[in-house]
C-alpha cells in the first residue's frame, strides 16, 4: 500500500513525507518550540533507495517552520518540552467508520508518550483541527477548485 501523508499533519505543515511529527506548543516557553517538525534524517543512500526526502531547508521552504529536528532527536526534545506543559493533544483517527484493527505508528506513539509521561494529560486534536478545516481561506478554496 503506497504511502499517504495523514491529511491533518499535511494541512497543517504540507509536509507529504512518512514518518513526519508534528509538534505544536504555542505557549512554549523558547519560541523555537513552538513549531517543531521531525522528520527522517536523509542522505544519497537513502534517496537512492527509498526515494528522495526533503532536507531541513526543504522543509523550511516546504512547511515554513523554522525548527526541523531529525527524528533521532525527538525523545531529547520531547523531555525538553514534556516539563513545559501539562495537557499533550494527540492526532487520532476519529472517523466513525475508522475500524483499524492493526496497531498504527500513530498507536504507538501515543502509547509511548503515555507510558514515558504518565503524569500528562492526553486529549484528542481532533475536535480543535476540525474546527479549524471547517473554515477556508480564500488561498484554500482557490487551491480547491484547480
Not at 9 to 35: C, M, N, T, W
Not at 93 to 116: G, Q
Amino acid at each position: 500500500m503506497p504511502f499517504e501523508q495523514h491529511r491533518d499533519i499535511f494541512y497543517l505543515s504540507g509536509v507529504d513525507q512518512e514518518e513526519s511529527i508534528l509538534v505544536l506548543f504555542p505557549d512554549a516557553p523558547k519560541e523555537k518550540h513552538r513549531e517543531i517538525l521531525f522528520l527522517k534524517e536523509t542522505n544519497e543512500h537513502i534517496a537512492v533507495w527509498e526515494g528522495e526526502k526533503l532536507t531541513k531547508e526543504a522543509a523550511l521552504a516546504t512547511s515554513g517552520i523554522k525548527t526541523v529536528y531529525w527524528l533521532q532527536d525527538l525523545e531529547k526534545i520531547m523531555f525538553e518540552i514534556m516539563t513545559q506543559c501539562d495537557t499533550v493533544y494527540i492526532n487520532t483517527n476519529e472517523h466513525y467508520r475508522a475500524n483499524v484493527e492493526t496497531e498504527t505508528r500513530e498507536d504507538r506513539f501515543t502509547k509511548w508518550l503515555k507510558d514515558k509521561y504518565p503524569a500528562h494529560s492526553v486529549a484528542k486534536s481532533n475536535p480543535i483541527l476540525q474546527r479549524l478545516r471547517s473554515v477556508k481561506d480564500p488561498i484554500e478554496l482557490d487551491l480547491m477548485q484547480k
